[in-house]
């Protein structure tokens, strides 16, 4: 026979675990039971660095601290390594949020004693929370227990708040993540993703300096999906990657036309997820495009969001020397929409402060925004750094920028990104005028 208890905690096996659960939900009346799905945020970190005896002795005391004395709890299992879960009697009238607020203070506790006792750093629990109702008595144990799993790992990627409850919304936002995630190949293969341009526009002349490449999908119904709804998810997936690579040849397809018919072109910034960093194959990527595509490397810029260089200096500035290495600008974007560190300015070799759409949020400036802007164009321009403000949207604002020095400007007041049959037109137009004045 089997052994039916896990040696190391004394729990029950996850088998013998569903069985129980599966007939406490078969008599249950009208209480709701709980199921409550934690683990021990880089438990293989604790292996790794305080060695295998440590490590179990940190899990049978927190199998300890989790169950002694819980007059609530039904049953409880270790599934596997430091994923425990256990099912408890809901007190009678206590809301579902009440328990995950229950849960969330026991384990700050939790941590609190296992910490004193063990570690010279602090770990997390997370927690994920499904709760089986009278009216959902057909669900079966081992959905119950997935969902609470599915919370957990929803829990997982928040940094605070790790601990989570699960419901239907949850459960609608993962299938659609889902169903983006699986069609983006065929997407890509069908060219649904389209490149999209917006003018850059020079504050001294007015007349367009450049443009930012921006991504859009359009579905073969026709309708578009933006990329704050998208992105999020296949940077999640890795496979913003893919995405971007497109991007960018097309761009290079692009100017490479535009050289080819003679016209004019101006230099042409391409955005990079964050994902790269950890990948790096894309300064390889970019080096293929310009052995293929024979671009002058100043008509291609690279704007790397604010947030990688704070959380991955190290790989950014790698990342910001291998473009440089290869005559490619780089810009900061979204300056000012994180927690900016100015201290970085000085450290990283960036030639365009973008500074993001926040500074810019009332269409008529307060005199205490005003203030800020001025101050961040200023220190732009003692670090010999361009500046470029986005999200401009009225005369009043631009007029003011042009007053500060900001140098170059993009925002619906000159052009929404436009399709690359709009912008040509565009380009043409506006060198033009300037030729005949
Ligand atoms: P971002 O890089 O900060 O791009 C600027 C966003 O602000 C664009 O939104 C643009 O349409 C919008 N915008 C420009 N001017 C104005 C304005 O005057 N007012 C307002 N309210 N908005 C303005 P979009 O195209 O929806 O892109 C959103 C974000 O998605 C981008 O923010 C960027 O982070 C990301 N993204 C877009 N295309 C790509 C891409 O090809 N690759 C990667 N990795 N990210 C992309
Ligand atoms: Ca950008
Ligand atoms: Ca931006």
Request: aromatic letters at 8%.
């Amino acid at each position: 026979m089997p052994e039916m208890k896990d040696p190391l905690t004394g729990l029950d096996r996850y088998e013998g675990f569903l069985k129980k659960l599966e007939e406490e939900i078969t008599k249950m009346d009208d209480c709701r039971i709980a199921i409550i799905y934690t683990d021990i945020k880089h438990f293989k970190y604790i292996n790794d660095t305080y060695g295998y005896q440590r490590g179990d002795d940190l899990l049978k005391e927190f199998v300890h601290l989790l169950t002694v004395n819980n007059a609530h709890m039904l049953c409880a299992a270790r599934v596997y390594s430091d994923n425990i879960v256990m099912a408890v009697r809901m007190t009678e009238g206590r809301a579902n949020s009440d328990l995950r607020d229950i849960v969330y203070r026991k384990n700050i506790e939790l941590e609190n004693k296992l910490h004193d006792m063990f570690l010279d750093r602090k770990l997390k629990l997370c927690s994920g929370i499904s709760i089986i109702s009278k009216d959902d008595r057909r669900l079966d144990a081992e959905t119950a227990v997935s969902n609470a799993n599915l919370a957990r790992k929803v829990a997982k990627e928040l940094d605070e708040d790790c601990c989570v409850l699960f419901d239907r919304q949850m459960m609608e936002g993962i299938k659609k993540e889902v169903e983006i995630t699986s069609y983006i190949p065929t997407a890509i293969e069908n060219g649904e993703f389209k490149v999209y341009y917006q003018p850059k526009i020079e504050t001294n002349t007015l007349r367009i300096i450049g443009a930012e490449a921006l991504v859009r999908w359009q579905k073969p119904d026709g309708k578009f999906i933006y990329p704050d709804e998208f992105i999020p998810v296949i940077e999640r997936s890795g496979q913003i990657v893919d995405v971007d690579y497109y991007v960018y040849r097309e761009v290079f397809k692009f100017l490479r036309k535009r050289l080819d018919e003679g016209q004019k072109v101006v230099p042409i910034s391409m955005n990079v997820s964050r994902v790269h960093l950890n990948k790096m194959g894309i300064l390889e990527y970019v080096k293929s495009l310009f052995e293929e595509y024979k671009i002058p490397s100043e008509l291609v810029e690279f704007e790397l969001t604010e947030s990688i260089y704070i959380n991955n200096t190290e790989n950014a500035l790698q990342l910001v020397e291998g473009l440089h290495a290869m005559g490619t600008k780089v810009s900061m974007d979204d300056f000012g929409s994180g927690y900016s560190s100015l201290n970085l300015l000085s450290r990283l070799p960036i030639d365009i402060l973008k500074l993001d759409r926040v500074f810019l949020k009332e269409s008529h400036l307060q005199e205490n925004d005003k203030i800020i802007i001025s101050c961040v164009i200023d220190m732009a321009r003692r670090l010999r750094i361009t500046s470029l403000c986005e999200g401009v949207e009225t005369l009043e604002q631009s007029d003011y920028l042009a007053q500060i020095g900001c140098e170059i400007q993009q925002g619906y007041y000159f052009s929404k990104p436009i399709p690359q049959i709009d912008f040509e037109q565009f380009v043409n137009d506006s060198l033009q005028t300037q030729a005949m004045a």
